[in-house]
């Protein structure tokens, strides 16, 4: 079956614009989780949504990052004013729940470099 | 926060040798994940452990929860060129969604 789906695989903007990120889950996971990864560094958690709510956001950094999931599938992060320290991949991932015996399937990354 | 300690940073092998890394940490998890990462790629799951002291295999990789629930180790058995990549430990703490990972070890096997 299909695996995450993350579009655009690489978006390059200017610092001060506003970029949007998709993230398409495995069908029926009620669970999303997006990431943020720093070259040569594991993941760091951002946020996770249980069905249309964000569960748990204490991973994004600020409040020019946000993340919506309006109809429980499909979600979109989103990061107003951009800086050159955003530059990053942003990982999404899903499972079938949320309980910690779902492990978290991972989409392929959006790569954000801000010039 | 919490932090997983990952050891090697990296390694490199000759095809053919078993390889050994390992994960670990100051605070408890509930669950440890490892995640293969090629270039440009998403993480792949690769052994999911739930119970202390459990001791998984999925081909030739086999991974360890340590008993006291801080650590946990990954071995492969007779490397073969496709190994070559970038492993991650992760953890779950209980009651919390959020993976933590660890710093990676990155695999390069000489031919």
Redo the contacts between chains.
Sequence with gaps: GAG?SQTPSNKVTEKGKYVELRCDPISGHT?L?W?RQSL??????LI?F?GTGA??D??LPNDRFFAVRPEGSVSTLKIQRTERGDSAVY?C?SSPS?S??N???????TRLTVL | GQQLNQSPQSMFIQEGEDVSMNCTSSSIFNTWLWYKQDPGEGPVLLIALYKAGELTSNGRLTAQFGITRKDSFLNISASIPSDVGIYFCAGLIQGAQKLVFGQGTRLTINP
């Excluded at chain 1, 040569?40 to 958690?45: I, L, T």
């Excluded at chain 1, 492990?103 to 990354?109: D, I, K, L, M, R």
């Design positions: 995450v669970a989780y990431y040569g560094q594991g993941p760091e958690f996770y249980q569960a748990d204490s991973g990982l991932a949320g910690s015996y492990e978290q399937f991972f989409g392929p990354g």
